[in-house]
């Protein structure tokens, strides 16, 4: 089985990753880019650290300027994060069985109605999976500061694949600053996974204990 | 770190420990009992498959009556289903830092709410863990597969550490089976570990890949 995570380099799809490690043969990562070219450096960088092999996928322009418009509309970041999220998921299900992300339990957005995920699974006759919708935000830290290294930066400083960060990026190429400041909450910021731990085992012991084995079989 | 998983010995409650594995040194299971002797066994033996610490919880009678007082006055099992749980991750959460769930995207009952979550977490200073609240059945079931194996059995005909099966049990000596058919929906079924696949690796270099370590670092 292969699972494909949406994936921004950040603490929380690195989570996903590792927790779906042990019952896929496969991970793919895939971050999705409005097309700012650098954005999505950071994350290629994670997945390099993380050890699955990573690709981008381009939001299509009509997908920006929709977002854009709701941004400017609404004056609050909620409908264009969901809206973005909505395509990111529906573009990986036309082509994949598992698709997962690191929406989180205490997120208002981006998050998925029930009767959407329900329609999504559905029509697409594939998986959607949410691992970290169980878990609050001290949990995912707590879990993922186990086995990643990550920093945590200010949003309007660095570039990121996280969706936000892109929308906030490009919103302030076309309509400046300040219609940033009106639309997104102050003070952004955005996890970045810099490395992976990987422990020596002390002895063969507690290996045979500790170690999740993996199967070739489907 | 150590987790709590509340455990029935069935599929749900067996994945969600291997979810947790790679994050936790330590992991606890705990199948909370109406005190009906029997079923509670076959969660021990479940448990020690699976390869972890096991030990039973016997509800006070008090929540028993409560919840029989519940089951016919609703005339449903979804009340009587949601106290007994709450008794259960209550009861964990006074001792543990990290108490772990079984249930599932789509179960109408046991579910806590949103906001009784936050409150059980600030009042106790603990984390509440619902590893497959962002998971489908049919994900879970692919997902359970592929290490463990169990079998679907008809609740009516085995004992079970399912809080349906305790109450349905507890209903039929006191009430009578009419009773049980009239609150309960028909032919409910559960599931049961009877075995961990544990693979043989092929090679060294497959298993540098695959093998999840785990560190000795708190």
Not at 11 to 17: E, I, M, Q
Not at 76 to 104: C, K, M
Not at 152 to 162: G, I, K, N, R, T
């Amino acid at each position: 089985m292969k699972a494909t995570v949406l994936f921004s380099g950040g603490k929380d799809s690195g989570l996903v990753t590792l927790l779906l490690e042990p019952f896929f043969e496969e991970i793919e990562l895939v971050t999705f880019s409005f097309g700012r070219e650098e954005s999505w450096r950071p994350a290629a960088q994670a997945a390099k650290e993380i050890g699955h092999p990573h690709r981008v996928a381009v939001f299509g322009e009509a997908v920006l300027e929709e977002a854009l418009k709701m941004l400017l509309a609404a004056g609050h970041p909620g409908q264009a994060l969901n809206y973005a999220h909505s395509i990111a998921v529906e573009t990986l299900a036309q082509e994949a069985e598992f698709v997962a992300d690191g929406t989180r339990r205490d997120d208002r957005a981006p998050v998925m109605s029930y009767s959407d995920i329900r329609s999504l699974e559905d029509r697409r006759k594939m998986h959607y999976l949410r691992p970290l919708a169980g878990l609050g935000g001290r949990t995912i830290r707590a879990m993922a500061t186990r086995h990643l290294e990550f920093v945590e930066e200010l949003s309007a400083m660095y570039p990121a694949s996280d969706f936000e960060v892109g929308l906030r990026h490009a919103l302030a190429n076309r309509w400046g600053q300040a219609e940033v400041d009106r639309i997104f909450p102050a003070n952004h910021t955005h996890t970045r996974v810099i490395r992976r731990k990987r422990f020596v085992q002390e002895d063969e012991g507690q290996e045979d204990q500790a170690c999740q084995s993996i199967s070739t079989e489907s």
